[in-house]
């Protein structure tokens, strides 16, 4: 009896001793995770109010934001880093509210469980826990003023600066722990022979998807900073780092995601390196020098065109690396892989061509590319817009393998030598693309009445193909999908009758009949899955396991 009580004794030590560990391990976490906000007070910019022009337009000082007939968000914004966040944060301040809320709604449907939700933001405050110290003053200080407009529903997530901080690595943590690819973007871009009159052009497809409602309120914002180059770019509410902009030097940049591994350590947000590169570099060489003097935890690659130099290259970036693509022509392409000489050989580079959707859709960029030299804004529209397959092969609507996938948070064009730039509106990259004339938005002195500011007469109209059957049996079968994303009843019926050569669409069939443990017909489904194209290895090898999962089903029905 006393041997089993000094074991009981002992086990409660170690139980006891175990749980002070943990507690202390959360408290630390909880510690590491909420961020001091950086010490600045701006009174006169804190006390200053929006004055409302219209039920869409609001101005303070001469800065302002409105939302145009084409339902795109437009802001100025200027002065110094805190002073220009406060002025964001009052001008967007229900569009700030709003992202969020959707954001945490996607994320609340991905991860269920309230549980393992709470787990997952002590592990990513752990893996964040430097974030700061790679994030430079300035932006740190431009976060914190349009964190001031927060809401605090969030707290349960962390303060409003620590939320809006972390949320610009938010593409970096959920693509380097599970190479989601929520960023599967494709870019391009061209000059002298092979556009109509020889200026540079380039055009970029941002599938980035996290729900629906993400990509509802789109920003076209334009910087007048107190330092470093004029700048626009397309984003959203509360965020200011850059995927997709130009610079008032013509100079481009735009983001596409490589396959990465596991980060060690918090790092700068690719977004914001993009930001640097754009707020600060005028040539490529200067965009080289910004590139690589800051760390990162995740790899990319930057697409960056520039009118100084009458050429576009690829800066890719590791966590310990970084190459340069310069194609040494007049044309250049970007997928989700690398192709400089530095990292081309990597070997998560090598299992990205061999098992993901880029190289087929790299193929099929350069196919649509020779059928339409010389290029012009309409004809970059078209491609950006193209939904098929390599030789106009039927791969069904939505497939991974197009240039559009049907996910594009934005699509944009840009002309780097007249400063002009094209932003696309719903449907994805289906509607008409708004152009907006740099020179005039950054010589405008205020906003004294609500007017259009973009250069409509130079948009480019609408998509035919939304008036289509085809684009309607879509939406019918996105539908079904997304009722069966969001666990709620799902027929069938709805899926292949309505995209009839999308693998996906037997796929989500099979999982359904799965659930109803109707083995036969979901076998049936999955192996006609099979004879479509298949968008990456891993969905082909995943099918392929069902199959065996449902077989064996069965053949315990039978015992």
Not at 12 to 37: C, R
Not at 173 to 200: K, P, Y
Not at 264 to 288: D, F, K
Not at 421 to 449: E, H, N
Request: proline residues 4%.
């Amino acid at each position: 009896m006393r041997i089993l009580k000094k074991i009981l004794k002992g086990f409660a030590w170690f139980l006891g001793i175990l749980i002070v560990l943990l507690l202390a391990f959360g408290i630390y976490i909880w510690k590491v995770s909420e961020f001091k906000p950086p010490a600045v007070s701006d009174p006169q910019t804190e006390a200053l109010q929006r004055r409302q022009l219209d039920s869409a337009a609001f101005t303070l000082g001469d800065n302002w934001i409105r939302k145009s007939r084409y339902g795109l968000y437009e802001m100025y914004t200027s002065g110094k880093p805190y002073e220009r966040g406060l002025i964001n944060g009052k001008l967007s301040q229900e569009l700030i509210v709003s992202q969020e809320v959707a954001f945490t709604h996607q994320i609340r449907k991905m991860i269920p469980s309230p549980s393992y939700l709470k787990f997952l933001k002590y592990i990513i405050g752990f893996m964040n826990r430097d974030l700061p110290g790679h994030v430079t003053e300035e932006y740190k200080e431009e976060i914190y003023g349009v964190s001031r407009a927060a809401s605090d529903s969030f707290q349960w997530i962390g303060s409003n600066y620590s939320r809006q901080l972390n949320y610009h690595a938010a593409h970096d943590i959920g693509h380097a722990l599970q190479n989601l690819m929520l960023v599967g973007c494709t870019s391009f871009g061209a000059w002298d022979s092979r556009t109509e009159n020889g200026a540079m052009i380039l055009g970029r497809n941002f599938d980035f998807w996290v729900g629906d409602e993400f990509a509802q309120n789109k920003i076209v914002s334009f910087v007048a900073p107190d330092k470093g180059h004029k700048f626009a770019f397309i984003t959203w509410g509360g965020f200011i780092g850059v995927v997709s902009g130009m610079n008032d030097r013509g100079l481009t940049v735009t983001i596409n995601a490589a396959k990465s591994s596991i980060p060690r350590g918090a790092a700068t947000p690719v977004s914001l390196v993009a930001r640097e590169v754009l707020q600060y570099a005028g040539n490529i060489g200067e965009a080289i020098a910004i590139a690589r003097r800051r760390k990162m935890f995740v790899s990319e690659s930057f697409l960056i065109g520039s009118a100084a130099d009458h050429r576009s290259v690829v800066i890719e970036k590791t966590p310990d690396m970084l190459g340069v693509y310069d194609p040494h022509s007049d044309n250049i392409e970007c997928a989700n892989h690398y192709q400089s000489d530095a990292l081309k050989g990597q070997e998560l580079n090598r299992e990205q061509m061999a098992g993901s959707a880029s190289v087929y859709r790299y193929q099929r960029l350069q196919e649509l590319l020779q059928k339409n030299y010389p290029l012009n804004p309409a004809k970059v529209a078209a491609i950006l817009r193209d939904y098929k397959g390599l030789h106009d092969a039927n791969i069904g609507v939505g497939n991974e393998k197009a240039l559009n996938q049907f996910v594009a948070h934005h699509s944009v064009i840009f002309m780097p030598d007249s400063l002009r730039m094209w932003v696309s509106t719903s449907p994805w990259q289906m509607g008409a693309y708004v152009c907006y004339d740099l020179r005039k938005i950054f010589a405008m002195k205020g906003l004294r009445q609500d007017e259009e500011v973009a250069d409509t007469s130079l948009n480019i109209a609408p998509d035919p193909f939304l008036a289509t059957d085809t684009y309607a049996r879509f939406l019918r079968f996105r539908q079904a999908k997304m009722s069966w994303l969001d666990k709620l009843q799902a027929d069938p019926g709805d899926l292949a009758p309505n995209n009839p050569e999308y693998y996906d669409a037997y796929r989500i069939a099979g999982d359904i009949y799965e659930q109803r443990h109707k083995y036969p017909e979901a076998i049936a489904a999955y192996r006609t899955a099979l004879t479509k194209v298949i968008a990456t290895e891993a969905e082909r090898q995943a099918i392929q396991e069902k199959i065996k999962k449902a077989e064996k089903e069965i053949r315990k029905s039978r015992q």
